[in-house]
């Protein structure tokens, strides 16, 4: 009797070695380094800036340099990443890391079988997106990303042919959640259309908030030289406390006309609004300009302002040379008389801004450069910045 379980057990054994090693033998992985490098130094010649405690001298950046490993690895229908090093600008997995300390982490873990995928697969709100790439031009803005809500994981199922998929998800502070998109290519134009609705589960008194989003995006060429890119998003968060229920809506919505007038001369006109459910606010932002390209050299103008103060905006407007090795640009913006300092110019001052910059790239690819900024009253600083930054920097 026992030797029977004796080879029962080694025949168990057996099969799990055997299991064990195919397995083995169908994982695959990629092994990928990246880093960047920068050093600098900066001189201010008015000395009102402290960096690192030494007054009118920088020799580094906070985040000077980035240097990280990925390991790529695949097993049948599961892929993902396990990533070494320090990565100063990405947050891996929820996780940020301390500025300065190396760390290992995973990311991007996901099983893709047929239709069905789950994991670290992301969301699905792409009108999100493309109001996010829209509204990255607009100076004025700071960063907007109160529209979308965060996918830690997700179980997600798609029908490709009908660009539909539809996900049961969540994250750490809003842990039920589901959403659905679809995604149409016409004739002339690319149709999304997505919503999200989120649960949490750690409001007060154990009560539950919910999030709602629902979008509608298109990019159209109606005709060779005319593309028109326009995104409405609605955001909704219905809070319940001990105080009672209340709810806080906001909408959202850019739209964008770009011409190619020419081969070497394009046109662009930009509208935005971050609050267009209140139909009192005076919130629309217009931003038009062009483009013009006669290489090695760029130009590029225009001016931004808000549509019930369209006389006290900015003007900006840029050179660019680049012919080999070489490069070399001026930039300027000035804002006008009556150019206000609502939450629309948080990234702008009205005071004359002129940045002149030059580089030099190595075969290596190695970058020495240098950049002088002048500006009669700093926004951020709180004072008069007029200030050279010599660095080199170099990247793969």
């Known amino acids: 009797m026992k030797s029977i379980k004796l080879a029962s057990g080694f025949a168990v054994s057996a099969l799990a070695l055997a299991i064990a090693g195919q397995a ?37 950046d906070d985040d000077w340099y980035n240097f990280t490993a990925t390991w790529s690895v695949s097993n049948g229908p599961f892929s993902g990443d396990i990533i070494a090093g320090v990565d100063e600008d990405e947050e891996h997995n929820g996780i940020e890391l301390v500025e300065g300390e190396a760390g290992i982490w995973v990311d991007n873990l996901r ?10 697969i992301g969301r699905i709100t792409d009108t999100a997106g493309l109001y996010e790439d829209l509204t990255d031009e607009n100076e004025m803005f700071g960063e907007d990303d109160e529209t979308r809500i965060g996918v830690d994981a997700a179980f997600r199922y798609s029908v490709d042919d009908l660009g539909l998929r539809v996900q049961a998800e969540g994250n750490a502070g809003h842990p039920f959640g589901f959403a659905a998109a679809l995604n149409q290519d016409l004739d002339v134009a690319e149709v999304w259309a997505d919503v999200q609705y989120r649960e949490a589960l750690d409001a007060p008194d154990g009560m539950q ?45 850019a739209v964008k006309a770009d011409v190619q007038a020419t081969d070497e001369l394009s046109v662009f006109l930009l509208l935005t609004d971050r609050d267009a459910l209140e139909s009192d606010s005076d919130t629309l932002l217009v931003r038009g300009g062009a483009v013009a390209e006669f290489a090695p050299f760029t130009v590029e103008g225009g001016y ?93």
């Open 24 to 60: 083995a033998a169908d994982t695959t992985f990629d092994v990928d380094f990246s880093a960047d490098l920068k050093v600098n130094t900066t001189l201010d010649f008015e000395n009102e800036r402290r960096m690192h405690g030494l007054p009118g001298y920088h020799s580094a």
């Open 111 to 120: 099983v893709d079988e047929g239709p069905f995928s789950f994991g670290q």
């Open 209 to 253: 908030d919910a999030e709602f989003t629902f979008g509608l995006g298109t990019v159209a060429t109606p005709v060779d030289m005319v593309t028109l890119t326009a995104v409405y998003r609605q955001i909704s968060n219905d809070v319940v406390t001990t105080a009672g229920a209340g709810d806080d809506d906001r909408g959202v919505f």
């Open 304 to 396: 931004e302002a808000l549509a019930a103060e369209i006389d006290a905006g900015f003007v900006f407007a840029k050179l660019s040379y680049a012919e080999g090795p070489y490069g070399a640009f001026a930039e300027v913006n000035y804002g006008l008389e009556g150019f206000t300092d609502s939450g629309y110019n948080e990234n702008q001052d009205a005071d004359l801004k002129l940045v002149l910059g030059g580089d030099y790239t190595f075969d290596s690819g190695v970058v020495f450069g240098a950049e002088y900024t002048n500006q009669g009253d700093d926004y951020f600083d709180g004072g008069v910045k007029n200030e050279v930054e010599m660095f080199a920097k170099y990247s793969f």
